[in-house]
């Protein structure tokens, strides 16, 4: 506004001053327009999702930029996502990357885009903001928001779910008994008190409480309406599916129990896509 004002008054009165100064002015503006352009030129953004996201809940996002230009760095790079949170990265040098953690959450379960990621800088000057915008051309699985319940999946509701173990030999568990060294034991459970009393080794042995498995029958679970019942069942699915074998059954569609954090995801990931195919 200043220049354009200076302008007419260059031209009303003629003065040859003021027509150097909106020429400086208009000048100044040029070069720091393109510098500020290319500040932020070749800067590439990228997000990684965690393993596990659940809607309403914030999840831990890895929000990277990356600068390809070859010789030149950027500086006052501001890293914004589609949720509203953003990073900022004093000086960003060339053929390298920066990154930082945002959070960010989504209302609905299933396949999600993740959005875009505005890149700004007000630099040279601060006078003016430039910015480029990149959709990031990617989904996420968002799982149900898990909501307590004591029912154990089986269509009972008690609050002992998970007790009932049975005892196999392993290498946890109590001492059960000891026994002569075979030779195939790992060396850490020789009882080597007891073995010193006597001329062999001898072995401690361990029992091993193994949980029963648990099946997880949708339509059996306590709710009202389907998106309360899927929350219930990502619940249980999360709290034992690291202590016990655990499985699913969706409309008769039976998926078998297993342990372990694998067997979970892939099961939240059925609760995440129910109703969509």
Sequence with gaps: MMTLLLGFAAVNTGNNLLFLVVAGLLAFMSVTGMAGMYNIKKLIPDLLPPEEIYAGIPA???????????????????????????????????????????????????????GRVTISSPYPVGFFTRYWTFDINSTVTVFPRPLASVSNGNGEESPATGSAFRRDRGLSGELERIYPYSGSEPLRMIHWKHSARTLDFLVKGFGRSVAAPLMIDLDSLAGQGVEERLSRAAWLIKRWVRERPVG??????????AIGRQNGLKLLKELAMYGSH
Excluded: M
């Design 60 to 114: 831990p996002f890895h929000l990277s930029v990356r600068n390809t230009k070859r010789y030149l760095p950027s500086f006052l790079i501001k890293a914004e996502s589609s949720a509203g949170h953003s990073l900022i990265f004093p000086v960003l040098l060339q053929n390298s990357a920066r990154n930082g953690q945002v959070l960010i959450a989504f209302s609905r379960r299933g396949e999600v885009p993740l």
């Design 248 to 257: 699913l059954v969706l409309d008769g569609r039976v998926l078998p129990s």
